[in-house]
T-cell receptor
Framework: DQQVKQNSPSLSVQEGRISILNCDYT??????FLWYKKYPAEGPTFLIS?????DKNEDGRFTVFLNKSAKHLSLHIVPSQPGDSAVYFC????????????FGKGTKLSVIP | DGGITQSPKYLFRKEGQNVTLSCEQN?????MYWYRQDPGQGLRLIYY???????QKGDIAEGYSVSREKKESFPLTVTSAQKNPTAFYLC????????????FGPGTRLTVT
């Protein structure tokens, strides 16, 4: 049973436009959420995170929104750049002393120049 | 400079052989993790260790073994009992108890024929 779902395997966006990557979760115990970016044959790099006590966190071009009632979070990238082309993973942790992460399957973002 | 190193980048083995993947970090991180990534899949947790000389099974530990004799090192052995060992293996570490972010190494691509 997949607890973290990224239902869009891929997404194509024009350079300069907004990219919106979505993530849904089923475990109501998840308390902290992270986004990672991964290039082929490399390890993921941490991008941005959000605690369940917030509904928005912003870092430069990246903003994560959390809707706890819908068990949904999204990552907004604006403006999108060709270098943003990568696979983006959503991850969740139950918190409360557990620091294990459960990952979604990822969404491949292609930013078209 | 500090980081997580995994060696080698590519590894080839014959079926039936055990193989050990190296993971070293000089970040002084307490916790270390091993994940496996298959095409179109998210990262799945194999084993993790919160402190030296202690480790726990993750979601897919069967056919794998680990040791944590030093804080800096967390090697993973893929045994002949692992049914589908060909995959991309990622090692990660986490800085401290209150931090959720995990930092990943570059990965090792293991091919077993």
């Amino acid at each position: 049973d997949q607890q973290v779902k990224q239902n869009s395997p891929s997404l194509s966006v024009q350079e300069g436009r907004i990219s919106i990557l979505n993530c849904d979760y089923t475990n109501s115990m998840f308390d902290y959420f992270l986004w990672y970016k991964k290039y082929p044959a490399e390890g993921p790099t941490f991008l941005i995170s959000i605690s369940s006590i917030k509904d928005k966190n912003e870092d430069g071009r990246f903003t994560v929104f959390l809707n706890k009632s819908a068990k949904h979070l999204s990552l907004h990238i604006v403006p999108s750049q060709p270098g943003d082309s990568a696979v983006y993973f959503c991850a969740a942790s139950p918190g409360a002393g557990s620091y294990q992460l459960t990952f979604g399957k990822g969404t491949k973002l292609s930013v078209i120049p | 400079d500090g980081g997580i190193t995994q060696s080698p980048k590519y590894l080839f083995r014959k079926e039936g052989q055990n193989v050990t993947l190296s993971c070293e970090q000089n970040l002084n991180h307490d916790a270390m993790y091993w994940y496996r990534q298959d095409p179109g899949q998210g990262l799945r947790l194999i084993y993790y260790s919160q402190i030296v000389n202690d480790f726990q099974k993750g979601d897919i530990a069967e056919g794998y073994s680990v040791s944590r004799e030093k804080k800096e090192s967390f090697p993973l052995t893929v045994t002949s009992a692992q049914k589908n060992p060909t995959a991309f293996y990622l090692c990660a570490s986490r800085p401290k108890r209150s931090s959720y972010e995990q930092y990943f190494g570059p990965g090792t691509r293991l091919t077993v024929t």
